[in-house]
């Protein structure tokens, strides 16, 4: 009977994807000195390189924070507009990067956004898989095992390990600029 109710909790605590979303926060950053369009610098924020990639006149910056030690993998950042049939994308840039979060330390975002004075709405967003934990992990670790016949990538962990799964999204606040 003890041995019932222990794996019914381990398996109901596997489900990890709505505890992610609820940590994740995502906030528009104001440009410090507007003439140079340069960001006032943080020791508490992790840069983004995509901030060289666009002029300021086409960037918006975002910090996005989490409020425990989490880590996702980011697939794609971007920003959706409204249009009459609904949100579509505007602009979408592939990431494919690992993003382990703290408290206290924010993750700098750029994205292109639309021009000023188009009145467009638009939002910000993250793509995001979340770390696969419990028993999602050891299944996805013994098919690999299986399928290489061979143990040599086990790490026998159950939470962590660096492994991810699904297609989640977080979005900011609506501008309409």
Not at 90 to 105: T, V
Not at 120 to 126: C, D, G, L, P
Not at 155 to 165: E, N, P, Q
């Amino acid at each position: 009977m003890v041995g019932i109710a222990v794996a019914t909790a381990f398996l109901w605590s596997s489900g990890d994807g709505s505890r992610t979303a609820k940590a994740l926060r995502i906030d528009r950053q104001k440009i410090g000195n507007a003439a140079s369009g340069v960001a006032t610098p943080s020791s508490n924020v992790v840069s983004d390189f995509f901030r060289l990639k666009y002029s300021p006149a086409q960037r918006a910056a975002f910090h996005v924070t989490s409020s425990q030690p989490i880590a996702i993998f980011v697939l794609a950042t971007g920003v959706q507009i409204r249009t009459a049939t609904g949100w579509e994308a505007f602009s979408e840039e592939p990431r494919n990067e690992i993003w382990r979060m703290k408290p206290g330390i924010a993750r700098e975002m750029v994205v292109e956004r639309p021009q000023k004075g188009t009145e467009q709405i638009w939002r910000a967003y993250v793509g995001y898989a979340t770390e696969m934990q419990g028993p999602p992990l050891w299944k996805a670790q013994l098919r690999e095992a299986w399928k290489i016949r061979s143990f040599a990538n086990w790490t026998g962990k159950a939470w962590g390990g660096g492994r991810f799964s699904g297609r989640n999204e977080f979005l900011s606040e609506e501008f309409a600029e």
